[in-house]
């Protein structure tokens, strides 16, 4: 996609927090023109257009008519209300996940989205570090062997302070699950990107760490924790926290086969450990080495970092390219959003129950 091609696209924002920051910044390096914002209220939404430098949104409605493609950051309960109002307005979308609260509606939204022919997209932006790309080349080409086991975690420590609360405690707002359709959605996203094949069963458990939080009583999980089992019969253990003291975004995931393993760590981005039987390496980014879909995604030459920002831009990018006509590999879909709803549910079900959850589509 050309430069100019970008610049005509123009992005409106639903939103005003953190993550409006953030895809704004992303659509701005990607080269888009971030034309408007709305958020909660009159006054939110014309402190984000200051803050931002775009003019502020009368409504959604507006908002929705003036561009070209919709970034949804609202609360995850208002997501598949604004994704639907776009897509009937026949516009690309970008909604944060979750898709939905629940996954039927992620599935409607998915369904939704392919009937409009448009491009809807799923910021799960770990798939675009270089070297997650990396990991998933050497799976695909059989690097790995057979795969045998998947061991991944993420793990944060923001909710660890009991009077720490935010809207996504509420269940309402929020939707059933917090820890893992936050932060799970992107470890398990990850996973099933990285080996090439689905989870197709999984036991899981949760827990809350404070039964209040500021006078309040807490509906949603701090911590889940799953076995696995993928297509291929492999076995594996995910974890997820957001009460995990002195870990701030720490995502890792470790495949390993008969042949190998590889390790990618979020927060080490430029590497990726490659174990084997006899002896183990760090492979260090660099295009003039990585496959072909991981050396696209270096912005920079090895040896000055990359990080999380540059994985949305990418994302960013890639999503525009697509509005443009493009088929960038590795795009995550409405259709992906969906799946990490499927799973989301089947943790809190298999949780409820104690039993063995099939996952499959």
Known sequence: MSGNSV????????????????????ARAAGAHVAAVASSSPERTRQAAAAFGVDPAESVRQLIEAVDVVHITSPNALHAEHALAALEAGKHVVCEKPLATDPATAAELAAAAEE???VATVPFVYRFH??????????????????LTVRGAYLQDWMLDPQETNWRVDAAAGGPSRAFGDIGSHLVDLT???????????????SRAF??????AVETEDAAVLTVETASGAVGSLMVSQVNAGRKNALTLELAGTDSSVEFVQERPDELWIGG????RILSRDAAVLAPDAARLCTVPAGHPMGYVDAFAAFARDTYAAIAGDAPDGLPTFDDGARANRLTAAVLDSAASGVWVDTRD
Do not use: C, W, Y
């Open 192 to 206: 099933e990107f990285i080996a090439g094949e689905r989870i197709v069963r999984l036991n899981a458990a949760t």
């Open 7 to 26: 610049k005509s696209v123009r992005v409106g924002i639903i939103g005003g927090g953190f993550m409006a920051r953030t895809h704004a910044a992303a």
């Open 211 to 216: 039964a209040e939080r500021d006078s309040t």
């Open 116 to 118: 409009a022919g448009v």
């Open 277 to 280: 039987a006899s002896s183990s």
């Open 130 to 147: 270089p070297m997650a790309r990396q990991a998933r080349a050497h799976a695909a080409a059989s690097g790995l062997g057979r795969l």
